[in-house]
């Protein structure tokens, strides 16, 4: 595939696919005669690698209660505090395309899940109640998946280029989230694919929260832009519900839905039927940093293509992409 595939090309990468290969063998060099010029030195060692900071801007969320809940209320808020957590992070990624064979024909990549041991740490905490955070990944491993044609093992010596990877940020009493950013000391050229992976499929370790006091059953809706494989546009609404609360712990529950306009990419190719749906569950601990979460989110779009002057020329190709998110405290 062309233009429609360049989108899509950093979510395939990161699943793990093989290294492009060139079309045809190349042909060995000529004998220089022996009379030729002394042969040029040969080329210097690649330069080291270089730090990489990717910075994420806070997301533009918008809440809005709908239902207070019933029973005992209170304004429900993050347990932020200096403290230092060790959770797991498991990152699940799959791509499908469905498309006629000028475009590349059908195919489907599945990631196995890649594991991230990390250690979180909650800094300085202001009188606004906000604070900043820091994950840092200790440790990288990876689980067989159903439907993965990528050797787990191999999937997982690929992503070992992403140990001390750094994501920070700052965050509020009520979830929501400030800017965030990416650092990682060395960034090797195969390190660079994990990293695409990571951006694509993390999600926020905390759910957002309303500032009134909220009951059993209180519905609440978060409102935010989001990027279907960081190019396509979309409104993400999250419709959030807290289940129950018993003890010191409380389940919030939400569906996601995701809705976009069709994108004009240039004049001949354009993206239509953008949409998506996923679900989010969080087990909130009275006294815990980071909660329990686990969250899918599934996506499509179709990718529409010109490739002549005739409406016999217009061809599309169907995408859809999974993703989740788990998080676990240890």
């Known amino acids: 595939m062309t233009r429609a595939w360049s989108l899509f090309f950093v979510a395939l990468l990161a699943c793990g696919g093989s290294n492009p ?5 190349p042909l060995p060099e000529p004998a220089a005669p022996p009379d030729a010029a002394p042969a040029a030195p040969p080329p ?27 029973g005992k209320k209170a304004v429900l808020k993050l347990a932020i505090a200096a403290a230092k957590q060790h959770v797991e992070l498991a990152l699940d990624f799959s791509g499908k395309q469905v498309a006629p064979a000028s475009l590349g024909g059908n195919s ?27 994950l840092t990944v200790a440790s990288v491993d990876a689980r067989d998946r159903a439907g993965s044609k990528t050797p787990t093992d191999k ?3 690929q992503m070992q280029g992403i140990v001390g990877l750094v994501i920070s940020g700052s965050i509020g009493a009520d979830g929501k989230l400030g800017n965030m950013a990416i650092h990682l000391d060395k960034a090797e050229k195969s390190a660079l694919n994990a990293v695409a992976l990571v951006k694509l499929s993390l999600m926020p370790m905390w759910p957002q929260l309303p500032t009134d006091a909220i009951g059993v059953g209180a519905k609440w809706t978060v409102t935010n832009p989001f990027k279907i494989a960081d190019k396509l546009d979309t409104t ?22 995701l809705a976009g306009n069709d994108l004009k990419a240039d004049e ?41 002057s005739g409406s016999a020329d217009l061809q599309q190709a169907q995408f859809h992409l999974e993703q989740g998110f788990a998080v676990t405290p240890k």
């Open 108 to 134: 489907e990549d599945v990631a196995p899940t890649l594991v991230l041991a990390a250690d979180t740490e909650i800094g300085d905490v202001g009188s606004d109640g906000n604070a900043t955070w820091k």
């Open 155 to 157: 999937f997982k010596d």
């Open 236 to 257: 993400q609404t999250a419709d959030y519900e807290l289940v129950s609360h018993k003890g010191n712990q409380w389940v919030i529950n939400a569906k996601i839905k």
């Open 268 to 308: 001949h190719t354009s993206f239509q039927k953008i949409a998506g749906t996923g679900a989010v569950a969080v087990t909130l601990t009275d006294g815990a940093a980071v909660p329990q979460l686990t969250s899918t989110l599934a996506s499509d779009f179709t990718a529409v293509l010109q490739t002549g």
């Open 44 to 70: 210097a060692p690649p330069e080291a690698a270089k730090p990489l900071d990717l910075p994420i801007p806070a997301p533009q969320t918008s809440l809005k209660l709908i239902k207070p809940g019933a």
């Open 21 to 25: 290969q060139p079309a045809t063998t």
